[in-house]
């Protein structure tokens, strides 16, 4: 139960984002919502307050909004972690990378000796990175020697490719006829293993699961959720649900998102390429939806994919294309289908995110965008372009002109930039991917995100990447790309806040909105640049409600 009492809660500094009152002394806070902002001695003047100094210590910031994230991230630690760089669970678990596909191979033996005996049983792992192991392969002839009866499915990192063994092809019932795009295969037509983009992914994920947008429990929201308070996050979203057109299947986000739960959730449904529904039956589902939505549970958005990911090379690039001039990728859904799509959403009113990767994409949406505006006109709608990795500034001055949003992923260019400057489009191109200082210069409302599982949930360290723009050797990419401190925590707070249409209600620490607030160990912008990705997080206010992280001081 929240105290229904006017608590005023003293910090060693308060940044609120909120241009009329900036920094302040103290939040006072009123049952669920943000009473006022001040000195300690001008918020006592309010009736009955009280002081609380649990927080007299710390530092708060608005909650912090990731506005493209995967509710299934809460469910990959019952899976087998075979990433190339260390990783912490919601528990506080920690995780080791793996160096060598070697270590792959002897994690992944390991964990094969812990499951049934029962062969139907799949192994089940994730986070493989083959672009970290250039002179080395996985394939399905490596994945046969953990197990030939077993299926082993192995997800990249990225989401959007998968290799696995020869029990998992037979599962899938993938061979030398399969006519699937997607379904990479040996000179001699025999499959190699690898999997790129759904079609060809599903004919294993149907049948022994591995994916990260279906299957999603209630326990593993909860994880999510934990994951959430660890990193300051008050705002999550499930950019790709499966799950949302039909009530039995909504079960787990019903049973977990409560008014206990320690973030708000905003579920987007994966509206195309996947199945099932037309459009047009989802919209009016999905308007439907947003009338039962909570303050916790949010419904009525949708999220729709063009192209894959550009480190696996299905991201679709204009002109010059790939630096090794690899065929260009692959279309997620035909354009036909995505303007139908998009036209079917729009119309009915509702919030729409695209996820481009490559700046072909990009265009393809840019077009699309322009025709559906002529037919439909309306104001403020805010479609988003997600990832919008390549998008070049051109396209961000059309952006703007049509009142559209990026969600920038700056993750990218720690975790992938030198292989993006060395191997997928060379150092010019690199130098403008992920640019939030031109979307900014253009005037696009933007933010930036982690696409946990893809990387890790921590909007701290998410600015970090935007305002460094240093890769894992060191190498900066893209010095006029740099953004401030300032900026990206504007981006991680007000940022998301908008391209999710709840800037009215969090984002900023300001009257009426909703108590919700990161409490940090330090203020971003007293320490260096390039530590503060490293600032303790101590767990978050939601709703008045207190969160304690599980890895604070760890």
């Known amino acids: 139960m929240v105290d229904q009492r006017t608590i005023i809660y003293p910090a060693k500094h308060v940044r609120t984002m909120d241009p009329a009152r900036p920094e302040a002394g103290a939040v006072a806070v009123r049952g669920d919502r943000i009473r006022a902002v001040g000195t300690v001695a001008e918020l006592r003047e309010y009736s009955g307050a009280v002081v609380d100094d649990r927080y007299a210590d710390a530092v708060l910031l608005p909650g912090f909004v990731e506005a493209h994230s995967h509710a299934g991230s809460g469910g990959m630690w019952d899976k087998v972690y075979v990433g190339r760089f260390d990783r912490t669970s919601p528990d506080g678990g920690l995780w080791p990378g793996c160096p060598t596909v070697a270590d792959v191979l002897a994690r992944l033996r390991e964990a094969e000796q812990r499951l049934p005996a029962d062969q139907s049983v799949p192994?089940?792992?994730?986070?493989?990175?083959?672009?970290?192991?250039?002179?080395?392969?996985?394939?399905?002839?490596?994945?046969?020697?953990?197990?030939?009866?077993?299926?082993?499915?192995?997800?990249?990192?990225?989401?959007?490719?998968?290799?696995?063994?020869?029990?998992?092809?037979?599962?899938?019932?993938?061979?030398?006829?399969?006519?699937?795009?997607?379904?990479?295969?040996?000179?001699?037509?025999?499959?190699?293993?690898?999997?790129?983009?759904?079609?060809a992914m599903s004919l294993v994920q149907h049948e022994i699961g591995g994916g990260i947008t279906g299957g999603i429990t209630?326990?593993?929201?909860?994880?999510?959720?934990?994951?959430?308070?660890?990193?300051?996050?008050?705002?999550?979203?499930?950019?790709?649900?499966?799950?949302?057109?039909?009530d039995e299947t909504m079960a787990p986000y019903l049973e977990a998102v409560t008014e206990q739960f320690p973030a708000r959730l905003s579920v987007f449904l994966f509206g195309a390429g996947k199945g099932g529904a037309t459009p047009v039956e989802a919209a009016a589902r999905l308007r439907d939806l947003r009338e039962l939505s909570t303050g916790k549970l949010r419904m009525g958005h949708v999220k729709l994919m063009l192209d894959g990911s550009i480190q696996g090379f299905t991201?679709?690039?204009?002109?010059?294309?790939?630096?090794?001039?690899?065929?260009?990728?692959?279309?997620?859904?035909?354009?036909?289908?995505?303007?139908?799509?998009?036209?079917?959403?729009?119309?009915?009113?509702?919030?729409?995110?695209?996820?481009?990767?490559?700046?072909?994409?990009?265009e393809l949406f840019l077009r699309t965008m322009e025709k559906v505006l002529v037919a439909h006109p309306r104001p403020d709608h805010r479609h988003t372009v997600t990832h919008s990795q390549m998008t070049t500034p051109a396209q961000y001055r059309r952006m703007a002109a049509l009142g559209m949003c990026a969600n920038i992923f700056a993750n990218h260019i720690w975790a992938w930039g030198d292989q993006h400057i060395d191997i997928t489009v060379g150092p010019d191109r690199a130098a403008r991917m992920n640019a939030t200082a031109t979307a900014l210069r253009c005037g696009v409302p933007v933010s930036l995100h982690c696409d946990t599982p893809v990387t890790p949930l921590s909007p701290l360290k998410t600015v970090q990447h935007a305002v460094t723009r240093r890769t894992v050797s060191g190498r900066v990419m893209g010095e006029h790309e740099r953004i401030t401190v300032d900026e990206g925590l504007r981006a991680v707070t007000l940022g998301g806040a908008y391209?999710?249409?709840?800037?009215?209600?969090?984002?900023?620490?300001?009257?009426?909105?909703?108590?919700?607030?990161?409490?940090?160990?330090?203020?971003?912008l007293a320490v260096p640049a390039d530590e503060v990705g490293d600032i303790d997080v101590l767990g978050t206010v939601v709703g008045g409600a207190h969160h304690a992280s599980t890895v604070h001081g760890a």
């Open 123 to 199: 192994l089940l792992a994730w986070g493989l990175d083959p672009i970290y192991y250039p002179r080395e392969t996985v394939t399905a002839r490596e994945l046969d020697a953990v197990s030939t009866g077993r299926p082993v499915h192995l997800l990249h990192a990225n989401g959007h490719l998968a290799t696995v063994n020869s029990a998992a092809l037979k599962v899938g019932g993938i061979g030398r006829d399969t006519q699937v795009e997607g379904v990479v295969k040996h000179a001699d037509g025999t499959p190699t293993g690898e999997l790129q983009e759904w079609a």
């Open 218 to 246: 209630a326990e593993a929201i909860r994880y999510f959720g934990q994951d959430a308070v660890n990193t300051g996050t008050t705002t999550l979203t499930d950019l790709g649900s499966t799950m949302l057109m039909a």
């Open 315 to 362: 991201a679709r690039l204009q002109e010059p294309g790939y630096l090794g001039d690899q065929p260009n990728g692959i279309w997620v859904v035909s354009p036909a289908e995505f303007e139908d799509a998009l036209s079917a959403y729009h119309e009915a009113g509702l919030l729409v995110h695209v996820h481009c990767n490559g700046d072909q994409a990009t």
């Open 499 to 524: 391209l999710l249409k709840m800037d009215h209600e969090v984002g900023s620490l300001e009257p009426g909105k909703f108590a919700d607030m990161a409490v940090v160990g330090a203020d971003p």
